[in-house]
């Protein structure tokens, strides 16, 4: 029984923290590989701690014949009881230095872009459900060659 207990918290000290900062973390696989305009995925979570700042962030994965060097959206956004909010987003995935911005294995890559300014905290003003809804606004309707897209919001660490 000594042992366990042990090694529980050798796990935590080791992993530098039982508590986890991530809140949500909800990535959806696009049909196909190609995005239609008229597919909008939903991230809908429950917030309880207004006082806490937080961080967004848009994940996308792509291989590497997507055609360009970013992607356009549109994130609405409908806390509880009011009504929905629209923000507009260009996200960078390449630069003609480097190439790919993200993460890759293989032929695959994955960008987790930072949508809220470093500098200025973000709160959530009322607790209760929160509705994201993510929709791409590129020329090419179907958007080819991506293979998910995700919302990510954590309590930004200090």
Not at 141 to 147: F, T
Request: aromatic share 14%; net charge negative; proline share 6%.
């Amino acid at each position: 029984l000594i042992f366990p207990t042990s090694l529980f918290f050798l796990v935590c000290f080791l992993g530098t923290s039982c508590e986890t900062i991530d809140l949500y973390e909800k990535n959806v696989a696009i049909p196909k590989h190609e995005w239609q305009s008229s597919f909008k995925p939903q991230f809908k979570f429950i917030i309880k701690d207004t006082i806490s700042p937080y961080q967004f962030f848009i994940v996308v994965r792509h291989n590497e014949k997507y055609n360009f060097n970013n992607i356009w959206l549109n994130l609405y956004t409908q806390s509880p009881g009011d009504s929905t909010q629209k923000v507009q987003y260009e996200l960078p995935l390449a630069n003609s230095e480097t190439g790919w911005l993200g993460t890759a294995m293989d032929d695959l890559y994955e960008h987790r872009i930072l949508i809220t300014p470093r500098t200025q905290d973000v709160y959530f003003r009322k607790s209760g459900e929160y509705i994201f809804t993510l929709e791409h606004i590129m020329r090419e309707d179907p958007l080819e060659n991506l293979m998910n897209i995700g919302l990510r919001v954590e309590k930004k660490p200090n």
